[in-house]
């Protein structure tokens, strides 16, 4: 069984300060994609990563696709309440199965 | 483009009843996808719709269905409805990047059982 473990489960930081999300797998992925949610809504697709090592800029966020293609992580500078939501990764599979994890929940405190 | 929508955002039913929701994709796609989200069991996969026929299916019971018609829309329904339905039903909507799917989601749906 495919595992998709996000970490930390919930962060609550102060507006201005930086954080790092993450996400790891128990089996090698072909892409992987990170969503934002607000309560009430659907996830939002925030960037697709599909090469080993590959970097990804939006704006204070910063994605990171591990070399070996099994994790990831999220880095958002100088957070503001806007960046408040839940963060889900969710790996795609060559055969086209996505699996989601469960995400971080993020409160940034003005 | 418009962006995918779900109808109706809210329901409340009483177990027993059945549901059905609806999707309409993003013009132009043609897969989709429809995942329940509970607080504890997060985002679960139910089935995904392809050119009207389903493609992969979930590891949820029989009750739920769902199906896809030749303009791409897309219904789900759920019959004999139990207290632990209680969820956001979420659809998507797939389009290719490269090898990658990447997914578009609705807002969902709040189903409520009492």
């Known amino acids: 069984t495919q595992l998709l473990e996000q970490s930390p489960q919930f962060l609550s930081i102060q507006e201005g300060e930086n954080l790092t999300v993450y996400c790891n797998s128990s089996s090698v992925f072909s892409s992987l994609q990170w969503y934002r949610q607000e309560p009430g809504e659907g996830p939002v697709l925030l960037v697709t990563v599909v090469t080993g090592g590959e970097v990804k800029k939006l704006k204070r966020l910063t994605f990171q696709f591990g070399d070996a293609r099994k994790d990831s992580s999220l880095h958002i500078t100088a957070a503001q309440p806007g960046d408040t939501g839940l963060y889900l990764c969710a790996q795609g599979n060559r055969d086209d199965k996505i699996i989601f994890g469960k995400g971080t929940r993020l409160h940034i405190l003005p | 483009k418009a962006g995918v929508t779900q109808t109706p955002r809210y329901l409340i039913k009483t177990r027993g009843q059945q549901v059905t929701l609806s999707c309409s994709p993003i013009s132009g796609h043609r897969s989709v996808s429809w995942y329940q989200q509970t607080p504890g069991q997060g985002l679960q996969f139910l089935f995904e719709?392809?050119?009207?026929?389903?493609?992969n299916k979930g590891n949820f019971p029989g009750r739920f269905s769902g199906r896809q018609f030749s303009n791409s829309r897309s219904e789900m329904n759920v019959s004999t409805l139990e207290l632990g339905d209680s969820a956001l039903y979420l659809c998507?909507?797939?389009?290719?990047?490269?090898?990658?799917?990447?997914?578009?989601f609705g807002p969902g749906t709040r189903l409520t059982v009492l």
């Open positions: 998507a909507s797939s389009s290719r990047l490269g090898e990658a799917k990447e997914q578009f």
């Open positions: 719709y392809f050119s009207e026929t389903q493609r």
